[in-house]
């Protein structure tokens, strides 16, 4: 088990739980905690999207699939937007402030503690 503090939230009131920014990311927020869980994604939409979500630290990241284009997408991302944690599909349990992730090739469950 990974235990995380997460980043500075945002200033501007509490953001929505769940959120799929692009498709095949899911993004998950609760207090200050920010989860990005990508299982495809296309490089022109990740990072555009997770910025438009108001998105500046994600405190993990998962990635789910190894795929060429995930992971060109997920380079793009991280190349502008910073990640406290990266994971991948077989991470067990991380704790992310208010956020359970736990994580094992058969998917990811993300719960509010």
Excluded: C, F
């Excluded at 945002?10 to 905690?33: E, I, K, N």
């Excluded at 555009?48 to 998962?62: C, E, F, K, S, Y």
Aim: overall charge positive.
């Amino acid at each position: 088990m990974v235990l995380l503090q997460p980043a500075a939230g945002l200033a501007a009131g509490a953001p929505t739980w769940h959120t799929q920014p692009a498709p095949g990311a899911d993004l998950y927020r609760a207090g200050s905690a920010t989860v990005l869980v990508v299982d495809t994604a296309r490089p022109d939409q990740l990072l555009r999207a997770v910025h438009a979500a108001g998105v500046r630290t994600i405190d993990l990241l998962v990635m789910t699939k190894q795929s060429r284009t995930t992971s060109a997408a997920v380079a793009s991302l991280l190349a502008r937007i910073h990640a406290r944690h990266v994971a991948g599909a077989d991470a067990g349990e991380v704790i992310v402030g208010p956020i359970d992730v736990r994580i094992n090739p058969a998917g990811v469950v993300v719960a509010r503690r």
